[in-house]
């Protein structure tokens, strides 16, 4: 049950739009899901999805700015005066409003801000903008339900009835004392089978799982997904709750860093997508090509070092490739899984077993792989069985190095507090190729002596 | 607020084991969430981690037994008698039951269910297990909140009450007609502002969103992360409702995907991590490196029909790693960006746009790179103009056909319907080794003619 764009609905939209046929636009997408709307809109050019976007509700249209592409929201935000920015903004919720705030030019937030119509929603909104995006406070919304440990159940009904009028989903009731510190949270079950006049005190629960405003968004993630929450209270440094963080903003967070540590792999180091602008997309790969190009330089001269084999030994060169390929595919391994366990969770044990089962693992797959590449160099590529020697031995500890190399850079990187992801793509394959061919020429000279 | 296992809790338990001090170990685990537990019977040995999960009771380690590693979780099903396993599944969900019982080898299957104490329960299960891991009927459970659409809201409340004992978080109350037949949605505020004379079907919105039984999991991702859905109804081919798919477990399959993209990016081929035993690893990274292997013999015959530079220009053959790394670098970045993209359904516009987009990219970064690459090679490298000028005619050109390759590989594998995550890693690089390396020399003897 996948909504899907067709053609026909793209040509029907401009037929009312070109006859500004707002009534007909209005019947077509009045039912449709935002996130929907957002979709087409996206297919849209400009102006013609600034032309919907304006004739629709800001109810609807409210929904649909989150759902948008960065682009797209920022031209139609630029569009829009402050008051129909404010408009908007007063329809979402408190963290939705404060990230597309923070979107926008100094001067314009001010005046949107001042434009708000609700006070309440503007005094929490403006307190969101405090907070680092990439911490809790960055992804909580104020939105929540609350009781007083001191209140009746009876009172705690009648509050949560009007608190809950501006919370679209309630995932947990929390429990504070008079200075608003979090004390435990309630279930609803408990709240509907007790009698009236009971105190909350005596029913709720204490064990409540937190995080601090401050907390890193990953650190939240791992907590939310370990212990499979729908939602998580915020705190601050004094313990009062000031807002709470649900599983939609925390998918995000698990996508993005997925997302980050893939495209650090492929030497993409911003966050780009395909239709981005060649710009943008320039910026985000040159970085690594050029990191790349110099290490080539190094090979280069590398290479030169061994001058004095091509008379005689020339062959080998034909097989510098080859080893570096090996050297680089190896290290992307290595270092990915370690990337991914460390991501995860899911290293334990000690640096030295890691050694060893690094050493053990390249062993077994070089010497696999050393025996193909013996027989290939003999029968394939007809080699004297001395340079097929040479190769397998180069190839055997380009791969033990190499998977060594990918292993440890990473674990060193987190251990410094990088970013290991870094460690991935490039710069492994890089340092690797270098690595590779030094030692392969270096093996090289030692058998055949040139 | 994160839980952090340290090495004096280890040394408690581990005392507490060898003086078979159940009471102590009860103590101290009695109050930690099962998620805890699990990571800390994930570091202690295995006969450790036996001997506690027999001293907790079965409501605390049915859910300890979810989130164990799966090596552990297999031994420890293996000590368990039918009997024992039964218990663990009567306390769980239908949907986790149904994925310990998948585990389970075919004769012990048939023992575990025919010792399950709750005859609904295990004829939900066996349901369950008709259906493939990788699709909704995979996915979902059985517990849900569902009401008639010809009740009262009296009935409904009455009803609901029973239903509620066995969910443990309710997510929303589906209507359904006399055949089941999935109608609509309830809200709870609805349903307690009403009197409760109304019938159902005057009150239930008739809009929601719902997937069918056989949808793959990756659609059902996209579906649920799109409108923001905390569960979902799934439904059979005729239209009845009969289960619901929850956000925690849409959670593992987001994660599962990214972290199979990323793997095969980086030439692992089977979901493996950093602490699976030797063979498991070698398994999944063998198989790239035999095509990395086999790509490499490509490139020393590709190299030897140019063996005849070798006299003048031997100088040429030191740069060959270089280009071969640039062609293999911008493939993968190329070949990122595209699945990434497809993964994330952000792809849009056509293929002659995006084909004169990597162009320009291309000519871009590769006109940037040239330039300093001419540079290093006159005034680092000391190679003649002429010689800079051929490499640098090489490397404009790998750039423009890497990309190229690395926009449309992904591309194609995905309209055949082949996983396009394959066309990234140790496939890309190769053939684009091969594709540079044959470029580079052939754009060197059209110049130098040797």
């Known amino acids: 049950m996948e909504f899907k764009i067709s053609k026909d609905l793209i040509l029907e939209l401009e037929q009312y739009i070109v006859h500004k046929d707002d009534a007909g636009l209005e019947r077509l997408l009045g039912e449709m899901h935002h996130a929907d709307i957002a979709e087409i809109l996206d297919e849209l050019d400009f102006d013609e999805a600034t032309y919907i976007f304006k004739v629709l509700d800001s109810e609807k249209t409210s929904e649909i700015l989150l759902e948008l592409e960065d682009d797209l929201r920022e031209n139609i935000l630029k569009r829009l005066s402050a008051k129909e920015i404010a408009e908007e903004l007063d329809e979402l919720n408190t963290d939705d409003a404060a990230d597309i705030i923070a979107e926008l030019s100094q001067s314009k937030k001010e005046e949107v801000i001042s ?6 929603h503007a005094k929490d909104i403006i307190d969101l903008l405090r907070y680092d995006e990439d911490t809790a406070g960055g992804l909580m919304g104020k939105e929540l339900v609350k009781v007083n440990e001191n209140w009746s159940v009876l009172t705690c009904v009648k509050e949560m009835r009007a608190q809950a009028e501006n919370v679209s989903r309630v995932h947990s009731i929390y429990v504070v004392d008079d200075e608003n510190r979090l ?14 006049k009971t105190q909350i005190s005596d029913i709720y629960i204490k064990k409540v799982t937190f995080v601090n405003v401050d907390a890193e968004d990953v650190e939240v993630a791992r907590i939310m997904q370990k212990y499979d929450l729908e939602a998580i209270p915020v705190v601050d440094a004094m313990g009062r709750l000031v807002g709470r963080i ?11 860093e997925a997302d980050k540590d893939y495209q650090l792999a492929a030497g993409i180091s911003q966050d780009v997508e395909a239709d981005d602008s060649i710009l943008e997309l320039s910026k985000a790969r040159l970085p690594w090509l050029v990191l790349a ?17 091509m008379a005689e030994h020339g062959n080998l060169f034909f097989f510098t490739p080859l080893i570096a390929a090996m050297a680089g595919n190896v290290g992307v391994q290595s270092s990915a899984i370690i990337v991914q366990g460390l991501a995860n969770n899911t290293l334990s044990g000690s640096l030295f077993r890691r050694l060893i089962k690094e050493i053990s693992l390249s062993l077994l797959n070089g010497g696999i792989l050393a025996a193909i590449l013996f027989l290939g160099s003999y029968f394939l590529l007809g080699e004297p069985p001395i340079i097929g020697f040479v190769i397998c031995a180069a190839l055997m500890s380009v791969i033990i190095i190499a998977s060594l190399i ?12 990088v970013d290991p992801a870094l460690a991935t793509g490039p710069f492994i394959t890089t340092s690797n190729d270098i690595c590779g061919i030094l030692i392969y020429f270096s093996i090289a000279r030692m058998i055949l002596g040139f």
Do not use: N
Not at 183 to 196: A, I
Not at 249 to 255: A, E, G, L, P
């Open 115 to 120: 434009e708000l119509d609700d006070l309440e």
């Open 183 to 196: 004390k435990g949270r309630l279930s609803l079950k408990d709240l509907l089978t007790t009698s009236t």
């Open 293 to 309: 190009l110099l290490g080539g330089f190094i090979t280069v001269r590398v290479l030169g070092l061994f001058e004095g084999a």
């Open 406 to 417: 990918g292993t440890f850079v990473p674990l060193l990187l987190d251990k410094f507090g």
């Open 246 to 256: 649900t599983i939609d903003d925390i998918i995000d967070v698990i996508r993005d």
